[in-house]
């Protein structure tokens, strides 16, 4: 399997600590640029200086409260703007406190989730569209 992803773009939600951070730095580490991305700055700076660029790679931040969809859908259409689709998404983000579940699960479903489905409903498309390839000719 080749797993040299240099002159790829990743976008990595929720990656200013913990899983996030860990697949940019693995992407990173195997030639990707990567987007890092969820909501505090000054986190994603002290990622962003601190991940591979020996491939001459570069790193980037984007800003959004994964809450709050038009923030990603604003921050998202900006970054396709300036400069283009990615071809990796991760799409992670903070999850429920761990414990015991105090919520009832309609109510759960119907609060806007910093889960899954804020970050992907304006991504995924676009990433999928920009992954696709031409057939390639018999
Ligand atoms: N760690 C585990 O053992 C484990 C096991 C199973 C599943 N999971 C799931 O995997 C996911 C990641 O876990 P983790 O341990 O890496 O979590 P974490 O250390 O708490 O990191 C969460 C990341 O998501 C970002 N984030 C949280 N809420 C956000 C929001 N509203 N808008 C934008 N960014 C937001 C945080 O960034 P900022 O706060 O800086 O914005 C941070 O970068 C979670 O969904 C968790 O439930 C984790």
Same mark, same amino acid.
């Given at each position: 399997?080749?797993?040299?992803?240099?002159?790829?773009?990743?976008?990595?939600? *929720?990656?200013?600590?913990?899983?996030?951070? @860990?697949?940019?730095? +693995?992407? /990173?580490?195997?030639?990707? %640029? $990567?987007?890092?991305?969820?909501?505090?700055?000054?986190?994603?700076?002290?990622?962003?200086?601190?991940?591979?660029?020996?491939? *001459?790679?570069?790193?980037?931040?984007?800003? @959004?409260?994964?809450? +709050?969809? /038009?923030?990603?859908?604003? %921050? $998202?259409?900006?970054?396709?703007?300036?400069?283009?689709?990615?071809?990796?998404?991760?799409?992670?983000?903070?999850?429920?406190?761990?414990?015991?579940?105090?919520?009832?699960?309609?109510?759960?479903?119907?609060?806007?989730?910093?889960?899954?489905?804020?970050?992907?409903?304006?991504?995924?498309?676009?990433?999928?569209?920009?992954?696709?390839?031409?057939?390639?000719?018999?």
């Amino acid at each position: 399997m080749d797993l040299n992803l240099l002159g790829k773009r990743a976008l990595v939600c *929720g990656s200013s600590q913990g899983i996030g951070r @860990a697949c940019a730095e +693995q992407l /990173a580490d195997l030639g990707a %640029s $990567v987007v890092l991305f969820s909501r505090d700055r000054e986190k994603l700076d002290k990622v962003r200086e601190q991940l591979n660029t020996s491939a *001459g790679q570069t790193h980037t931040v984007l800003l @959004a409260d994964f809450a +709050q969809p /038009a923030q990603v859908k604003t %921050s $998202v259409e900006r970054l396709l703007a300036e400069s283009g689709p990615c071809e990796i998404l991760v799409n992670n983000t903070g999850g429920p406190a761990p414990g015991r579940r105090t919520v009832p699960i309609p109510r759960l479903l119907s609060t806007p989730s910093t889960c899954i489905w804020s970050p992907i409903r304006p991504w995924c498309r676009r990433c999928c569209r920009a992954c696709r390839r031409p057939p390639t000719a018999a």
